[in-house]
Each structure stands twice: as structure tokens, then as C-alpha cells.
């Protein structure tokens, strides 16, 4: 039984992509800064747990996989959904804001892919990372240069690895997606000026939902893609295309 981790598991992409993996059978480690909600997550999933930890934090990443280990007795698919975002003015941007940014959505990134690529390694079986960036990896928008700064450097971060961990099986593609309904954009989506703007470059018209992505997700953590990797997948109704 594959054994897949999820961090950003307790709400939005994350929990979509958790509940989706365990609908085919994985065990599902889910991981949220919030372990609240990582709970509720994990309880409506068969073979499932929850993990409290901020996946900036070395020590809580080396004990996330450590547990998933003792747990499920292995490591073969990670989804790495947990992300933040804020909008502001470059010129009066906090830079403390900034690096907090920065950290998770890439340092995060790299540290849960860095410790559960060992665990593949070691097993020799190799495994499954699927990086979540977004559109704008490749696009920029107005007030989001931090978030802009981080994704796009999901996407490098998930090529590199890509070329460092082909020699021992294991996989890693990025995931873009494009304006999804969820608790990290409501503010944008209920804001009729902004929804406008934003339907308007969709040539789809219309937000995704967590689910579209978390297909996706499940997609690149099977054999379906087994000569995949290194690739950027947008999942954006079309916004790349513009």
C-alpha cells in the first residue's frame, strides 16, 4: 500500500489531495501548521493520521517523516500544498513578511521534499514528489512580489531536484495552478473588481475547485506518469495559454 505525506493537508488543495489519495487506498500522513484541522481531515480518510508542524522547521520535518515511518512502515509520495500568501506594495512591503513567505512556501518545500527523498532513497524503491507552485511561477501580477518571488522559485526548485533524485527513481514534477477556490484566495474571490480581473485572463471563466488539482496530484503519484518528471503542469483554465 503506497504510503503518501501531505503537508498543508488541512485545508483547501492539501485536504482535497489528502482525501483523494486516501479515496484510492494510501495511507495518508496529514501534515498542517494547524493540527486541528489536519485531525478533522485525517478522520474522514480510512488509513490516515495527522501531524502538527511548521515544515520551516528542520526538527519538526525530520519528526513528520519519522512518524510516518514508525506509522505506515514507509515513505513513496509527497504533495507539498502548504502555502502562503500576501498581497502588498513592493515599495512598502515588511521585509520580515517577505522571508516568512519565502520560507514556506519554498524552504518549506524543499525541506519535506529533501527528508522524505531519503527515506526513498534508503528504501530503494524509489517514489513520487509532487512540488505545488502555481501560475504564477511563470506569470506576474501587481502586489505580490513576495508570493511571485516563492512560487517561481518552487518551479526551479522542483526542476533541480528532478535532475539530483533521477539517479535513485524518484520523480518530481510541479503542479501550477491557477485561481482555485479556496480559503487562500476567498478575500481576492469575494472582492467583485478583483474576480473580475482574474475571470477575465481565465479563458475557462470560471475559479477551480481543490478537487481539479488534487487529480492532478494523484495523476503524478502513480504509474500513469512514470516517464514524467522535472515537468510544470498548470492546472489554470487556461491562463498560461494568454
Not at 467583485?192 to 481565465?202: F, G, H, I, K, N
Amino acid at each position: 500500500m503506497t504510503v503518501s505525506l501531505v503537508t498543508g493537508a488541512g485545508s483547501g488543495i492539501g485536504a482535497a489531495t489528502a482525501r483523494r489519495l486516501g479515496d484510492r487506498g494510501d495511507r495518508v500522513v496529514c501534515v498542517d501548521i494547524d493540527g486541528d484541522r489536519a485531525a478533522e481531515v485525517a478522520d474522514g480518510i480510512e488509513h490516515a493520521l495527522a501531524f502538527t508542524a511548521d515544515i520551516t522547521d528542520e526538527a519538526q520535518c525530520d519528526a513528520m517523516v519519522s512518524m510516518a515511518v514508525d506509522r505506515f512502515g514507509g515513505m513513496d509520495a509527497v504533495v507539498t500544498c502548504a502555502g502562503i500568501e500576501t498581497m502588498g506594495d513592493s515599495l512598502e512591503f515588511d521585509p520580515a513578511a517577505f522571508r516568512r513567505i519565502v520560507d514556506v512556501n519554498l524552504t518549506g518545500s524543499f525541506l519535506t521534499a529533501q527528508r522524505t527523498a531519503r527515506v526513498m532513497k534508503a528504501q530503494g524503491e524509489g517514489g513520487w514528489i509532487v512540488l505545488i507552485g502555481s501560475i504564477n511561477s511563470q506569470a506576474a501580477l501587481p502586489g505580490a512580489a513576495a508570493y511571485i518571488a516563492s512560487k517561481g522559485g518552487v518551479l526551479m526548485l522542483g526542476r533541480a531536484l528532478a535532475l539530483d533524485l533521477a539517479p535513485h527513481g524518484i520523480r518530481v514534477n510541479v503542479i501550477g495552478p491557477g485561481v482555485i477556490d479556496t480559503p487562500m484566495t476567498s478575500d481576492s474571490l469575494a472582492d467583485s473588481a478583483r474576480r473580475e480581473m482574474l475571470m477575465e485572463r481565465t479563458p475557462l471563466g470560471r475559479p477551480g475547485n481543490p478537487e481539479e488539482i488534487a487529480e492532478v496530484a494523484a495523476f503524478l503519484t502513480s504509474d500513469a506518469s512514470s516517464f514524467m518528471t522535472g515537468a510544470f503542469v498548470p492546472v489554470d483554465g487556461g491562463w498560461l495559454t494568454r
